[in-house]
């Protein structure tokens, strides 16, 4: 089981960082590749190491980066599971209900097959009712209308209250289940986050977040990279691996700001939100002169900390 957890991590990482490159590639006209770190420098074969080094020729600096998973493979599975649910349900409403749909707060359910049906059609009754008649943007929360009809829907309120301004709002309760409408059109239902003051941030974001600075992944991916720089790595990148249906790297920006800042993790230059099976690539939170900026000053012909240095290797040669 270790060895598979092993193998689907490298999977997990190898789709990142060529995700990453691509879209970089593309957008900036270069050539970089990447290569296992512990591949150049073989003395790094341990916990320390960040994971990849990435590079033009072997004349152009390189660049260190490290990933992180942003969920967990545990709440990557709760949530395959529900996707599953629901689009079981978008089949029992075909041809009668309209509209594309999000659905937030899902809870942890483990459920016996017959209690699945059960809750199924429960949902599929309530989520036809109530969104035949809703606006396009209306949300309506269909908590305490399951609780009436199944009584194992979890009814205990959570109030997160360990976040701090400039992100301190209400998040999800255990026992919601929010229907937002999106479009008049199609029919689907598809967890989501809304974009409402009281449902700003998806919980399961808030959380993968906060775990990754309170296990001190973080603290551990500062210090891999303060190693990198050690080496001579020009600058530092770590990725965040992100599963999720929905896109808001805003959101993911707002809590980076106000832990990062705090944190005082100097040996990280810019962090960047990847969703490989959709090949999306965000940036979203820099330290100094970030590595996209410093190519395009290269491109542009503007002195950079490295254009005057290729220009003096030029000299001697």
Not at 51 to 73: H, M, Q, S
Not at 227 to 239: E, P, S, V, Y
Request: charged share 25%.
């Amino acid at each position: 089981m270790e060895q598979l957890q092993d193998s689907t991590q490298a999977q997990d990482e190898k789709r990142c960082i060529e995700t990453f490159l691509d879209w970089y590639n593309k957008r900036w006209g270069a050539g970089l590749v990447y290569q296992r770190a512990e591949r150049v420098f073989p003395e790094i074969g341990n916990s320390t190491r960040w994971d990849f080094v990435i590079r033009g020729d072997r004349f152009l600096p390189w660049y260190a980066t490290e990933i992180k998973r942003l969920i967990n493979p545990e709440t990557r599975i709760k949530l395959m599971r529900w996707n599953r649910f629901l689009r079981s349900i978008t089949n029992r409403l075909a041809n009668k209900l309209q509209g594309e749909f999000l659905v937030y707060g899902v809870p942890s359910l483990k459920l016996e097959r017959q209690r699945r049906t059960e809750l199924k059609r429960v949902l599929t009754d309530l989520l036809l009712s109530n969104a035949a008649s809703m606006r396009n943007d209306e949300m309506v929360n269909l908590g305490s209308q399951i609780l009436e009809r199944f009584s194992e829907w979890p009814s205990t309120p959570h109030l997160n209250m360990s976040l701090s301004p400039p992100i301190e709002h209400r998040v999800n309760e255990d026992s919601c289940f929010t229907l937002h409408k999106i479009s008049d059109t199609g029919c689907s239902f598809e967890l989501g986050f809304a974009q409402s003051g009281a449902f700003r941030l998806n919980q399961v974001v808030i959380d993968g977040l906060n775990t990754l600075f309170d296990n001190g992944e973080v603290s551990q991916a500062n210090a891999q990279l303060g190693l990198a720089k050690r080496k001579g790595a020009k600058g530092t990148i770590l990725l965040l691996d992100y599963h999720l249906n929905s896109w808001y790297p805003n959101h993911v920006k707002e809590i980076l700001a106000n832990r990062m800042n705090s944190a005082q993790l100097s040996d990280i230059d810019s962090i960047y939100l990847i969703k490989a099976s959709q090949k999306r690539v965000s940036e979203v939170w820099s330290a100094r002169i970030t590595f996209s900026s410093l190519r395009l000053s290269f491109k542009k012909g503007i002195p950079s900390p490295f254009s005057s240095w290729l220009r003096f290797r030029r000299r001697v040669s």
